[in-house]
């Protein structure tokens, strides 16, 4: 079992930067892929960025690439995501899920464990 807090949401003018944080429970942290995704009022759930087991394989949608950044630390069971140069269309609550699998990572049903969700809302 693998339990999710994520932290660092907020309010945020355009063109700003946030970093979000997500904590996991458990001694098999290093096992599980992690992906953060996030859903804006009436929309469905859509993939952000996903990070390999060791972190040495990152990915990302295309609405975020050159502007977030995911990496983890399996010493301190946390996933990052640095997001810079933020948009009004990048409001949303953000989650950060945990799976153990190595293919798919963009692609929610992957995932075995999911956070609570931290809220983002960008001013324009």
């Known amino acids: 079992q693998v339990q999710l807090v994520e932290s660092g949401g907020g309010l945020v003018q355009a063109g700003g930067s946030l970093r979000l944080s997500c904590a996991a429970s458990?001694?098999?942290?290093?096992?599980?892929?992690l992906g953060w995704f996030r859903q804006a009022p009436g929309k469905e759930r859509e993939f952000v960025a996903a990070i390999s087991r060791s972190g040495g394989s990152t990915s990302y949608a295309d609405s975020g690439k050159g502007r977030f950044t995911i990496s983890r630390d399996n010493a301190k069971n946390t996933v990052y995501l640095q997001m810079n140069s933020l948009k009004p269309e990048d409001t949303a609550v953000y989650y950060c899920?945990?799976?153990?699998?190595?293919?798919?990572?963009?692609?929610?049903?992957?995932?075995?464990?999911w956070g609570q969700g931290t809220q983002v809302t960008v001013s324009s």
């Open positions: 458990g001694r098999t942290f290093s096992s599980y892929a």
């Open positions: 899920a945990a799976g153990q699998t190595v293919f798919g990572l963009s692609t929610s049903r992957v995932y075995d464990y």
